[in-house]
């Protein structure tokens, strides 16, 4: 058998007082076992985990570079462990909740950012925040090491997955970049067959909706950049590299300081913000908190 399937509640709270007594004596008296006992307890899970997990120094327990991460995950396993106890017995835990939250990479910060705003900086609340491709971040939605996703496209439900895809905002597209050194007004479409341009990736809903239109316009643009991340699409904006095609809400701080000027609103584009779920049995409560929150700031919210 597995030696890590031997790994229990005991031989972790054992060895997290230990590690807290700095003592055998100490935490024997604690756990109200025998020094002798505890010691075979710490003994069997350092032969589990095959690394010592303290240094005796001075004559005290000092944790090793293993027993310091060990006491890390332990600490982890006992606070999911009652936040499990209090979920599934619809209690609160009085414990900080906790929110994961995976962003795509192509979605603009700005909006993830105005989206969370009202669980940043709460005493109860901790954030944690990925990005990654779509792919990757269903994994960890399907794997329920995250509550939701931001993106910019809707995902196909179906039996297996059971995917709820929530419409939270519609953002229009535009042309931004350095303020032109010429009086001279951008002429759309015109303008397009020399300007060089700061474009998304193919995989972006809004690069399909642009190149399609270009087609319909019979315009060959200049691409001088593809990107598949908004903030480097900023970047190479701000360095003058080109027009980017951006929704305003990306640039909304470069476009107030004017460090980036709207060149030309594209009529009939937009981007689409959407909040990725899973059907489960116990949401995180923080998750319908935050939709409904949204739902009034914007109005929209659909599934």
Do not use: C
């Not at 499990?84 to 962003?103: A, D, E, F, T």
């Amino acid at each position: 058998m597995d030696a890590m399937a031997f790994l229990n509640y005991h031989h972790l709270r054992y060895f997290r007082a230990i590690a807290s007594e700095g003592s055998l004596t100490r935490a024997a008296a604690r756990m109200n076992l025998s020094q002798s006992a505890l010691s075979t307890q710490l003994r069997s899970l350092e032969e589990n985990l095959g690394q010592p997990l303290f240094l005796r120094q001075n004559k005290a327990l000092v944790l090793t570079e293993a027993g310091r991460i060990a006491l890390d995950y332990a600490e982890s396993i006992f606070r999911s462990g009652e936040e499990m106890v209090s979920v599934l017995r619809n209690q609160s835990s009085g414990q900080r909740q906790i929110l994961r939250v995976g962003g795509v990479s192509t979605l603009s910060r700005n909006f993830q950012i105005s989206l969370l705003r009202p669980l940043i900086g709460r005493s109860d609340v901790e954030l944690v925040i990925r990005s990654g491709n779509l792919r990757d971040l269903l994994a960890q939605l399907r794997a329920h090491t995250l509550d939701l996703i931001l993106s910019n496209l809707p995902v196909r439900r179906d039996a297996e997955t059971g995917w709820h895809s929530h419409l939270l905002d519609e953002q229009p597209v535009s042309l931004v970049g350095q303020r032109p050194r010429s009086r001279k007004k951008f002429r759309f479409p015109e303008d397009l067959h020399h300007t060089p341009l700061v474009l998304p990736s193919l995989d972006s809903n809004i690069r399909a909706a642009f190149d399609l239109l270009m087609e319909q316009l019979g315009i060959r643009p200049v691409i001088a950049a593809e990107v598949d991340d908004m903030a480097m699409l900023r970047l190479l904006a701000l360095e003058g590299a080109g027009l980017a095609l951006v929704p305003p809400v990306v640039v909304r701080g470069e476009l107030d300081s004017g460090a980036l000027v709207e060149m030309h609103r594209i009529e009939g584009l937009h981007e689409s913000f959407y909040a990725i779920t899973p059907s489960r049995q116990f949401p995180n409560p923080l998750l319908g908190e935050l939709l409904k929150k949204q739902k009034g700031a914007s109005g929209i919210v659909k599934k």
